[in-house]
């Protein structure tokens, strides 16, 4: 699902001016590195900032963004060449097999509805090699707390503790 401002040219192109501290990008290269990952797939990869990082470090990245507004903005970067993009969403993805599956940022809270994450996890898992690991920001609302019980503030989700990592089995 997308949400319409990241389909809209002009919201799209202010998505990072807007937003121009991505200091949370940092962890999942940290875990990039943590799980040595040569092929990475970044779902929801918007207007490609993390895309283009590890793509910079000589890592294959796989973009799929279904905002094809969001996905023009990536493409016209310096460096997009790098990145191999898709327009679509993780439930059609074709044959992968990957490191590492990334959602940064509040991607998880667009996609809605159980049917939807179904898809994008069966999407994700395909995807991966067997071993293959998945990081991904907890979604975790203002204010309440997060899978390993700690309060969260509005501002805690530029830290992910390493409870928001796991590797998949080969089953």
């Known amino acids: 699902m997308t949400d ?3 389909g ?3 919201l799209a192109a202010l998505y990072d001016p807007l937003d121009p501290d991505r200091g ?4 999942y290269l940290r875990m990039t590195e943590e799980f040595g990952a040569r092929r990475v797939l970044d779902i929801g990869c918007g207007t490609g900032v993390f895309a283009l990082l590890p793509a910079g470090r000589g890592i294959e990245v796989t973009g799929v963004e279904p905002a094809r507004a969001s996905l023009d903005v990536a ?3 310096p ?3 790098r990145v191999r993009w898709i327009d ?6 074709p044959e992968l097999a990957v490191d590492l599956v990334t959602m940064t940022a509040n991607v998880a809270q667009a996609i809605a509805g159980p049917d939807a994450w179904h898809g994008t996890l069966r999407g994700a898992r395909a995807a991966l090699r067997p071993g293959g690991g998945w990081c991904s920001r907890p979604v975790i609302r203002p204010g309440g707390r997060g899978r390993d019980g700690t ?3 509005r501002t805690a989700g530029r830290t ?7 590797r998949t089995g080969t089953g």
Do not use: H, N, V
């Not at 679509?88 to 993805?93: I, N, P």
């Open 4 to 6: 319409e401002s990241f």
């Open 8 to 10: 809209d040219p002009r």
């Open 24 to 27: 949370d990008l940092d962890a």
């Open 75 to 77: 493409r016209a970067k």
């Open 79 to 81: 460096g997009a060449a």
């Open 88 to 93: 679509g969403d993780a439930t059609a993805l």
């Open 151 to 153: 309060a969260r503030s």
């Open 160 to 166: 992910y503790p390493a409870s928001a990592r796991s």
